[in-house]
């Protein structure tokens, strides 16, 4: 009862409600589902108009990798600060280990990216995540990360 | 002095840390007795989690938490006393 009412909350929140993240650095649009305490999917649409296309390349504009990987992350973290934080706290999750990624094609802005992140092992503080970025139903990257949870007082 | 069959256990467990952090030393470099975080080894709390992940798949076995964790992964003789307590326990 109280899970499926926090997954209920998660999907009806703003982005800045679940990540300590502010702009410019938020690199998530939406939670669209949680399923358990486990997994998480959000998405986020690569505007035309996005800061960064305009040096990432110029004439041939393409997302940089590491901020999939920054829109992965941040997806994870909110899954994390769900499994392991009470609510109302102000924990920040640090990205503290990225492996295994896998940039398996370039994401176009107009796409509109699928992150999927699922909760792997949990010890003390820290918290191994499997992350996945899908357009139009294609992985486009992949790969572990690791978050060390960090009390903020 | 290890009994042989300890021995084996001991080059398995420190096998075991060298892959799951990917410690840049050959396995029978690692003392039994070495700290594994800190000043010893240098391990960090995210070694600590590849750890516990590779004890899960190499012995089966689970460390319930960071109390257990925290006696249990001190040092290679002190994984190696775990896993013999949790097999013969």
Known sequence: MLKSKKMDNIVNKTITDLLPHREPFIFLDKVVSMEGLNRITATRTIKKNDYYLKGHFPGYPILPGVLLVESMAQTAGILCSQNLSKDNNQDIYFLTKITDVKFKHPVLPGSTLLLKAEILNVFNNTVKTRVEAEVNGMIVAEGELVFVKKEVK | ?89
Request: glycine letters at 8%; hydrophobic letters at 45%.
């Open chain 2, 1 to 89: 002095m290890c009994l042989p069959d300890d021995s084996e256990l001991y080059l398995r467990v420190k096998t075991m840390i060298v892959n799951a952090v990917k410690l840049k030393k050959p396995p029978q470099d690692i003392g039994d007795k070495e700290t594994l975080f800190g000043a010893g080894l240098g391990l960090d709390s995210v070694d600590a989690l590849e750890l516990v992940i590779a004890i899960e798949k190499e012995f089966g076995l689970r460390i319930p938490d960071a109390a257990v964790g925290a006696q249990a992964l001190a040092s290679v003789e002190s994984i190696v006393n775990y896993v013999k307590e949790q097999k013969n326990g």
